[in-house]
């Protein structure tokens, strides 16, 4: 019954049985919190297996109340609700930012729910990829999402560079799955002096995998280079501590891991030693200024110090409600249960996987659980007759809802607020099923 976290040991100790299932939930501290979000249902009404929290987080039980009273205080208020209502709209972003701080090992002044997360990046962007004609390479890693992709190459070119031979993809000359730390430090230590800047997930999206996030500063920093990382699969999900590890600057979104619901808002980190600095060059708008002048809208701009001189405009006080619901949600639960359910969860899965499964797929995500977070990618084998797209078309009948990519790729997202050990066994005993057994595909007839 003893879930620990190295495979190696209790892989075969495990009871690996729907009734092992339902005493791992039994035994789960956690096992209540699911109690708290919506589970989508079935046509058929029941609960279905949702495994696409890495994509869009389940919806808080409290969340409603939370947008309806924004919604009441501005039929109520109108305008003066920026300082009338229940929770003033004026300083709203500020009743977030504790708990986002905590979230990301941060201090508060370092921390800003604001914008989205890809212009984010480009804000962040023109004040910490500051390139000269010697520096000014920009190191990613292969299969980085595609906006991040997009926003540094864009980046390149509007400086004047050439994206071809400007952007260094850690990886992609190995084509591997995974990143070895080393050989971003082997890139750095052979062209370290043509880095302006390295952009990085924290969790790759593709894999799964953690990053060693400390260890890449630290060999950027000898190298010269800038550091920041996009969080969008890390915030919420993974132990993080961005003050400690150096890191100058991040972003992430909402509505993975933090449940904030659709196009939720974005939020950055400034590391302390330049949210200080308030000569960096930005681009500016009134919300960054600074709070005490804002108002008198002054000619000229003085930022707010910390990560708060980086906003923009007036925050969507809608939306930021519904994240504020989540991020109690989460501020209760707290991050430290949340990894070390995560960790046995994954385990589990993987264990279970491998059990039943192993003939047809290969497990990508690292099986070092403080290498990864609450997702577990899947490549599957090449299978006779199926085309592997039948699979999760197979899954969804099922009732199971995980991530397809395209060709050959399941990423299933168990996270510890609201996936029981049994969805996960549920998942494998489906995956099994559209395997070994896959349905004919419909004959058409020309
Ligand atoms: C989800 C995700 C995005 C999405 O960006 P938006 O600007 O919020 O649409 C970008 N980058 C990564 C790494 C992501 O995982």
Redesign the pocket.
């Known amino acids: 019954m003893k879930l620990t976290s190295n495979l190696q040991n209790t892989f075969s100790d495990l009871d690996l049985t729907s009734e092992g299932a339902r005493r791992f939930d039994e035994a789960d501290p956690l096992r209540e919190v699911r109690t708290q979000f919506h589970i989508p249902k079935t046509e058929s009404g029941k609960d279905v297996v949702y495994l696409t929290g890495n ?1 869009l987080g389940l919806q808080p039980k409290n969340t409603r109340s939370e947008v309806l009273e924004v919604l009441d205080d501005w039929q109520k208020y109108g305008v003066e609700g920026h300082f009338k209502a229940k929770k003033a709209w004026m300083p709203y972003h500020e009743r977030l930012t504790a708990s986002m701080a905590a979230v990301v090992g941060a201090l508060t002044s370092e921390v800003v729910v604001m914008s ?4 984010n990046l480009h804000l962040l962007m023109a004040s910490f990829y500051r390139p000269t004609s010697k520096r000014r390479k920009i190191v990613i890693e292969h299969h ?2 595609p ?2 992709r997009y926003a540094v190459r864009s980046q390149l070119a509007w400086h004047g560079f050439d994206p071809e031979n400007d952007l260094i993809i850690a990886g992609r000359t190995k084509d591997q799955d995974l990143l070895n730390e080393s050989e971003l430090e082997s890139i750095f230590e052979s062209r370290g002096d043509e880095i302006a800047l390295v952009l990085m ?1 924290g969790v790759n ?1 593709y894999s799964g995998q953690l990053f060693d996030m400390p260890r890449i500063v630290r060999a950027a920093r000898k190298a010269g280079a800038v550091v920041g990382f ?1 969080l ?2 890390a915030a919420g999900n993974v132990k993080l501590a961005l003050h400690d590890w150096d890191v100058d600057f991040a972003a992430w ?1 909402s ?2 891991y933090l449940n904030a619901g659709p ?1 939720g808002p ?1 939020a950055i980190f400034v590391h302390e030693k330049h949210g200080s600095d308030v000569s960096l060059p930005r681009f500016a708008g009134w919300w960054g200024h600074d709070a005490a002048s804002r108002f008198t809208m002054p000619d000229s701009y003085v930022p707010t110090p910390g990560a708060q001189g980086w906003q923009l405009s007036n925050p969507p006080i809608l939306s930021m409600a519904a994240l504020n619901a989540s991020l109690d949600v989460l501020a209760r639960v707290g991050m430290r249960a949340i990894v070390k359910k995560s960790s046995s969860l994954t385990a589990y899965g993987i264990a279970l996987l491998m059990a039943e499964c192993h003939e047809h797929i290969q497990v990508i995500t690292p099986q070092d659980p403080s290498r990864r977070g609450a997702q577990i990618s899947i490549r599957v084998k090449p299978m006779g007759i199926s085309s592997g797209k039948q699979v999760p078309e197979q899954l969804e009948e099922a009732g199971i809802i995980c991530d397809w990519r395209e060709p050959d790729v399941i990423r299933l997202a168990p996270v510890p607020l609201y996936n029981s050990f049994e969805d996960v066994y549920t998942f494998v005993q489906h995956l099994k099923q559209a395997l070994s057994n896959p349905k004919q595909p419909a004959r058409h007839s020309i």
């Open positions: 994509s989205s997360l890809t212009v980085a999402f906006s991040d997930g999206y996009d969008a699969h979104c509505y993975k196009g974005g």
